[in-house]
């Protein structure tokens, strides 16, 4: 079956195992793999952006100094 073919969440599950692989192993990824998996996370930074907006530096660091001082 190819990438083409497989279900959706199979083939999610597949190129998490090969990122697993790269992590604990250095398994060099396949350049199908990296690209599904890049296009999965502009399109989650995406969604995060439209739902919550853009944080100018300014107020992120503010955000991380207040956290320190507690």
Request: glycine share 2%; hydrophobic share 35%.
């Amino acid at each position: 079956m190819s990438a083409d073919t497989k279900p959706a969440a199979d083939l999610e599950r597949a190129d998490t195992e090969a990122v697993m692989q790269r992590f604990l192993h250095g398994t060099p990824l396949d350049p199908e793999v990296e690209r599904r998996v890049q296009e999965r996370a502009d399109r989650i930074t995406e969604r995060l952006r439209v739902e919550f907006g853009v944080i100018d530096d300014d107020t992120f660091q503010a955000l991380l100094a207040d956290d320190e001082e507690t």
